[in-house]
Nanobody
């Protein structure tokens, strides 16, 4: 599986960005796809994920109400719509995919994209 992420950039606090992650290389059954992020000097943390078959999603508490995850089964592609961005959202965002039991557990994901930088200025 290859994951190609795009959509990062520089935005002012309160602004919005939309990340996309296109998957290729296999068909998707009950996969989870989503996003982790890593800020400088911090551990990589869960952001959001969606279960491919059911569309069930899970969001980290820190981004609830501001970020939305969705998918396009036809492509397949997962999106992260980020609104009301804060400086603390600044990080490299990694797209992930895998046959997971828990959507939030980093080690369960087999496939990682290359990362896309999101920078939020104050």
């Amino acid at each position: 599986v290859q994951l190609q992420a795009s959509g990062g950039g520089l935005v002012q606090a309160g602004g919005s960005l939309r990340l996309s992650c296109a998957a290729s290389g296999r068909t998707f059954g009950d996969y989870g796809m989503g996003w982790f992020r890593q800020a400088p000097g911090k551990e990589r943390e869960f952001v959001a994920a969606i279960r491919w078959s059911s569309g069930t999603s899970y969001l980290a508490d820190s981004i609830k109400g501001r970020f939305t995850i969705s998918r396009d089964n036809r492509k397949p592609t997962v999106f992260l719509e980020m609104n009301s961005l804060k400086p603390e959202d600044t990080a490299v965002y990694y797209c992930v995919a895998g046959s997971v039991h828990s959507l939030t557990i980093k080690r369960e994901y087999d496939y990682w994209g290359q990362g896309t930088q999101v920078t939020v200025s104050s």
